[in-house]
């Protein structure tokens, strides 16, 4: 993992190249790395513990705004956690780890410390949940890795239905290890919902999206979410790199 130093440089290094391409971000790029200077140090210097296996799963918590933020009011993930993303960890050719993903430009291998930095808690660190399979599912990673790879590429599943060749995130990974199952499904899907859980009527950002697309609400339609799958019974939660919103857990004052 770089250090703090060299993350905090290649990072000022990158707002002087966007500021002579586009001085209007200046102020919001300099904000963002006084808040990254700011930071406790342990994200970027600490050596961690843990060791990442190919095959876990990362369910993060994005900040991507209304959109994400609709995905976790209609779904729950472990321990009431947030979670509006995942992806699932595959080492390259050179050993290094990376995501593989589905984006709103396609299913795509992300480098991992790229996937780690998109998202950081209030103390800096990666908003990320790892969730690794039980012993008896172990075997599936393997061949879902390569059936992830396969698809890069892959158009990503605006309309979010499980039958048309393009893939949402959770989709992915849902139809990985469908194939590396046998076609048996290691996860459930469920109807989908799309309702404000406190009023029970369609969320107004549900409501556009699927208008500017000119499709209906697939309220009710099989499908999967990231909080779904952190909460399914194959596997455990093994460690969380920060913490996500609504976690249940908390860093000590």
């Not at 660190?125 to 039980?134: D, S, T, Y």
């Not at 890069?152 to 290890?177: H, M, Q, R, T, W």
């Not at 107004?204 to 009710?220: C, E, H, M, R």
Request: hydrophobic share 40%; charged share 20%.
């Amino acid at each position: 993992m770089l250090n703090g130093k060299f993350q905090v440089m290649r990072f000022v290094n990158y707002l002087g190249q966007s500021c002579l391409s586009c001085p209007k971000l200046c102020p919001f790029g300099l904000l963002i790395a006084l808040s990254v200077i700011g930071c406790r140090p342990s994200y970027f210097q600490k050596n961690e513990p843990f060791a990442l296996q190919s095959g876990d799963l990362l369910f993060q918590d994005v900040d991507c705004g209304p959109l994400c933020d609709a995905i976790e009011k209609v779904t729950t993930g472990y321990r009431g956690a947030a979670f509006s993303h995942i992806g699932i960890a595959a080492e390259d050719a050179n050993g290094n780890f990376q995501a593989i993903e589905a984006l709103s430009g396609g299913v795509t291998a992300t480098p991992l410390q790229t996937f780690l930095d998109r998202s950081l808690d209030s103390q800096c660190r990666p908003k990320i949940v790892v969730g690794r399979l039980k012993p008896p599912f172990r075997h599936l990673i393997p061949l879902a890795v390569r059936e992830a790879l396969a698809l890069k590429d892959k158009p990503y599943d605006k309309l979010f239905a499980v039958d048309n060749d393009s893939y949402y995130c959770s989709e992915l990974i849902y139809e990985i290890f469908l194939r590396a199952n046998g076609n048996k499904p290691l996860f459930t899907l469920q109807p989908m919902t799309f309702n404000d859980p406190d009023t029970g009527l369609t969320l107004l950002t549900w409501q556009d999206y699927f208008s500017k697309l000119g499709v209906p609400v697939p309220q009710g339609r099989p499908g999967i979410n990231p909080g779904a799958i952190s909460r399914s019974p194959v596997l455990n939660i093994v460690y969380s790199y920060g913490i996500p919103d609504g976690w249940k857990k908390k860093y000590p004052d």
